[in-house]
């Protein structure tokens, strides 16, 4: 499967693979199942008959679910397209690249570590484990992350073995590898250049210019050490 752009994905032709529960499985699908504090994509499926139906979230599982009202518009071995909803995708997309961006900042900066996130499409949340949060200055970190979005960084993704990446000096974010089975040889690796590398199955902007200025929105305290950071884009 050829990798799609983590920005305005195209429309992909595939076959239904089965349905169940009004759930479908496709033969191949590259909407983007939540995971990783990236809600899932929604979107459409077309046939050459004219039938449209929206499917809702995308959930991860064994084999990537799209779920539907109702399952009698379908049948097993039928050949649909997929439409991923572009607006939303686009945003979550943008905001991801964002929080890897103020995760590494906050990390070069204080040494905190990112213990949790959430994304939407409105605004995003990264939870920083400090040795002393009273260091925490939000609106550095704002201006930090601004001044990187502004420098047209590029961001790539790799496919990497997994060796190389536990291995790699720059890597950061490798603890949570021991829960990926053993039978996974290669992951993909988000690289924001000289910024972050990270091991992340997220979609992603392909450059900072993609986008905007990040905006504080406030922090709360979530117990010894921890604050929760909130942020939207100024436009
Ligand atoms: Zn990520």
Redesign the pocket.
């Known amino acids: 499967m050829t990798l799609h752009p983590g920005l305005n994905p195209p429309e992909f032709s595939t076959r239904i693979k089965s349905i169940e529960n009004n759930i479908v499985h496709l033969d191949e699908t590259y909407c983007y199942p939540r995971g990783?504090g990236q809600p899932g994509d929604r979107g459409y499926f077309s046939t050459e008959q004219g039938t449209k139906v929206s499917f809702a979230e995308v959930l991860p599982g064994n084999w990537i679910g799209h779920p539907i009202e109702d399952s009698n518009e379908f049948e097993t071995g039928q050949d649909i397209t997929c439409h991923i909803d572009q607006v939303r995708r686009n945003a979550h997309a943008r905001m991801?690249t964002a929080?890897?961006i103020v995760s590494a900042l906050a990390e070069d900066i204080w040494g905190a570590e990112t213990v949790g996130n959430q994304l939407t499409v409105e605004n995003s949340r990264v939870d920083l484990l400090f040795e002393d949060k009273s260091v925490f200055d939000p609106d550095k970190l704002v201006t930090t992350v601004n001044e990187i979005l502004k420098r047209n960084i590029r961001v790539n993704v790799h496919e990497w073995e997994r060796n190389k990446i536990i291995q790699h000096e720059q890597m950061r974010h490798t603890k949570f590898m021991d829960r990926i089975p053993a039978s996974i040889t290669e992951l993909r690796v988000?690289e924001v250049e000289d910024v972050d590398l990270?091991p992340?199955a997220?979609t992603h902007v392909g450059n900072t210019s993609q986008i905007p200025s990040i905006r504080f929105l406030g922090k709360k305290n979530k117990g010894k050490g921890r604050v929760r950071f909130a942020y939207e884009f100024e436009i």
């Open positions: 990783g991801h929080q890897h988000v990270c992340c997220g």
